[in-house]
């Protein structure tokens, strides 16, 4: 059974806490003093893998609009640019960060031009970041350990994409992704099942 209030996992039978750290994702509730009426609001977004901070950085919109939607003075609005520029800057902050970003983004390119589930970008986007962990990307092209990870995130889930359609994706030829796809499982230790006819 999922205990929402202490945010636990409590198994029926014996009283056994498996998970003491869920995430609530139901809405939160919220009075409104003036309707007296009570709203469910979530007050951030959910977290996905395919963002190099998980989505968890704020982001300044390009509306000169505030909560109410009025717009802005003059005063307000270079102010907001200036720090629009700087919260760009500062939200990627060395060069290991710059290029995982680069790699989630050609990640989300590929993934869209083959119209996989968002399952599967979720999955690829934790392989590759595994990989970033482990160091195994140092001498290998980006593009071509994306694709291998996209690669093994199709097979993991059993989504009948070839290696071919993949290579076709990017630029990177088949060769070269078939090589990372077979470092990446020997050094992940990943165990991808066959697919059936």
């Known amino acids: 059974m999922c205990d929402h209030e202490n945010n636990e996992i409590v198994c029926m039978n014996c009283g056994f806490i498996a998970n003491q750290q869920i995430i609530n994702k139901k809405p939160e509730k919220k009075h409104d003093k003036d309707k007296q009426e009570i709203k469910n609001e979530r007050a951030s977004t959910t977290l996905t893998y395919t963002v190099h901070n998980r989505g968890s950085s704020t982001v300044i919109n390009w509306h000169y609009q505030d909560i109410y939607n009025k717009d802005s003075s003059v005063d307000q609005k270079s102010q907001i640019y200036r720090l629009r520029g700087w919260q760009r800057r500062i939200r990627i902050s060395d060069s290991a960060e710059r290029s995982l970003v680069f790699a989630l983004s050609e990640l989300t390119k590929m993934a869209n031009k083959l ?83």
């Open 115 to 197: 119209n996989t589930p968002k399952n599967i970008l979720e999955t690829a986007s934790t392989i590759y970041q595994k990989a970033v962990k482990g160091q195994l990307i140092r001498g290998r092209s980006t593009q071509s350990v994306t694709a291998a990870a996209l690669y093994l995130s199709c097979k993991h889930h059993g989504l009948p994409l070839t290696l071919d359609e993949i290579a076709q994706a990017t630029t990177v030829n088949k060769k070269e992704v078939n090589r990372d796809y077979r470092y990446l499982i020997k050094k992940l230790d990943y165990s991808v099942p066959t697919t059936s006819a």
